[in-house]
């Protein structure tokens, strides 16, 4: 087993040589291309450690005849647990009231209850109805925007508009998608109550940092905690850097230690699975499985 030479994503460009002879990969959110797959005849299953494939071209994958799996289910609760403790973060300002007591300050910070506020949930998968059911515990209203679902127990089903409007806190947990790329930007954030705070465990992808520093820089956003990013790791350039009110983790969510070891063995046992003729792998592509060209019948 070859490990990573570094953290952070890798450019097709730079997969290609470090998959040169390897036949199965635990991938992070680095990118799996048509060329990729291309330049590396010899790869036959890439398997996700964690639940987000948008940075894998699955339909360029399964013409290849590789075949993805992911780990659904492994991080739920982890990042459930953390886009919560954002939110309490954020909203009671518990980082900037650390960082006084240790520079010698006692400093009395003021931010808004959390309890019996409404909750906006972009999204509503798994990890939406997670934070969903912690928001029960603190009698928050809670509402969801999600296209793709009929009904939400826990939460209200609303437009994206209504929620945006109507929401104390807005955590996002949907897919990266050509629909949902930028979708919390210059219009969106118009939308959003300057008494409101933006929470992102989701994916980095979802929201337009300019627009999100602009806001935050004219009082237009109470304040926001994100844990993911557009470039991973954060460039020490990068504007939300300095942003106000603006509070930074380096994409972790996911990485409560039981969660993180969940996630590894299946990662791993997707493989294994796949590669002695198992059921069980969590395969996002099915369709490659009778396909002609399955690189898994060259074993």
Same mark, same amino acid.
């Given at each position: 087993?070859?490990?990573?030479?570094?953290?952070?994503? +890798? #450019?097709?460009?730079? !997969?290609?040589?470090?998959?040169?002879? $390897?036949?199965?990969?635990? *991938? &992070? %959110?680095? @990118?799996?291309?048509?060329?990729?797959?291309?330049?590396?005849?010899?790869?036959?299953?890439?398997?996700?450690?964690?639940?987000?494939?948008?940075?894998?071209?699955?339909?360029?994958?399964?013409?290849?005849?590789?075949?993805?799996?992911?780990?659904?289910?492994?991080?739920?609760?982890?990042?459930?647990? +953390? #886009?919560?403790?954002? !939110?309490?973060?954020?909203?009671?300002? $518990?980082?900037?009231?650390? *960082? &006084? %007591?240790? @520079?010698?300050?006692?400093?009395?910070?003021?931010?808004?209850?959390?309890?019996?506020?409404?909750?906006?949930?972009?999204?509503?998968?798994?990890?939406?109805?997670?934070?969903?059911?912690?928001?029960?515990?603190?009698?928050?209203?809670?509402?969801?925007?999600?296209?793709?679902?009929?009904?939400?127990?826990? #939460?209200?089903?609303?437009?994206?508009?209504?929620?945006?409007?109507?929401?104390?806190?807005?955590?996002?947990?949907? @897919?990266?998608?050509?629909?949902?790329?930028?979708?919390?930007?210059?219009?969106?954030?118009?939308?959003?109550?300057?008494?409101?705070?933006?929470?992102?465990?989701?994916?980095?992808?979802?929201?337009?940092?300019?627009?999100?520093?602009?806001?935050?820089?004219?009082?237009?956003?109470?304040?926001?905690?994100?844990?993911?990013?557009?470039?991973?790791?954060?460039?020490?350039?990068?504007?939300?850097?300095?942003?106000?009110?603006?509070?930074?983790?380096?994409?972790?969510?996911?990485?409560?230690?039981?969660?993180?070891?969940?996630?590894?063995?299946?990662?791993?046992?997707?493989?294994?699975?796949?590669?002695?003729?198992?059921?069980?792998?969590?395969?996002?592509?099915?369709?490659?499985?009778?396909?002609?060209?399955?690189?898994?019948?060259?074993?």
């Amino acid at each position: 087993m070859t490990p990573s030479p570094r953290p952070g994503a +890798y #450019a097709a460009d730079e !997969l290609i040589p470090l998959l040169d002879g $390897i036949d199965a990969v635990i *991938a &992070a %959110v680095d @990118a799996y291309t048509a060329s990729v797959f291309a330049a590396c005849p010899r790869l036959k299953i890439v398997s996700r450690w964690g639940i987000g494939i948008d940075s894998i071209d699955l339909d360029a994958a399964t013409a290849a005849g590789v075949v993805v799996c992911n780990t659904p289910g492994t991080t739920t609760e982890a990042v459930a647990d +953390y #886009a919560f403790a954002l !939110l309490l973060a954020a909203a009671r300002r $518990i980082v900037e009231g650390e *960082a &006084a %007591v240790r @520079a010698g300050l006692w400093s009395e910070l003021t931010g808004p209850l959390v309890h019996g506020k409404t909750l906006g949930l972009v999204g509503y998968g798994q990890i939406g109805a997670a934070v969903a059911r912690r928001a029960a515990g603190f009698a928050m209203r809670v509402l969801a925007y999600d296209p793709y679902r009929t009904t939400a127990d826990g #939460a209200e089903l609303v437009s994206l508009e209504h929620l945006l409007a109507e929401s104390d806190f807005v955590s996002l947990h949907a @897919a990266v998608t050509p629909e949902t790329r930028g979708l919390i930007g210059t219009a969106a954030l118009s939308l959003i109550k300057p008494s409101a705070y933006l929470i992102n465990t989701g994916r980095g992808a979802l929201i337009d940092d300019r627009a999100l520093c602009r806001a935050l820089r004219e009082g237009r956003l109470a304040g926001a905690a994100l844990d993911v990013f557009g470039r991973e790791p954060l460039p020490p350039d990068d504007p939300l850097r300095d942003a106000p009110r603006c509070l930074l983790t380096p994409h972790t969510a996911y990485n409560a230690t039981e969660a993180a070891v969940a996630t590894s063995t299946m990662a791993a046992d997707n493989i294994l699975k796949l590669w002695r003729g198992q059921p069980g792998a969590a395969v996002c592509n099915p369709a490659v499985l009778a396909a002609v060209n399955l690189r898994l019948k060259e074993i």
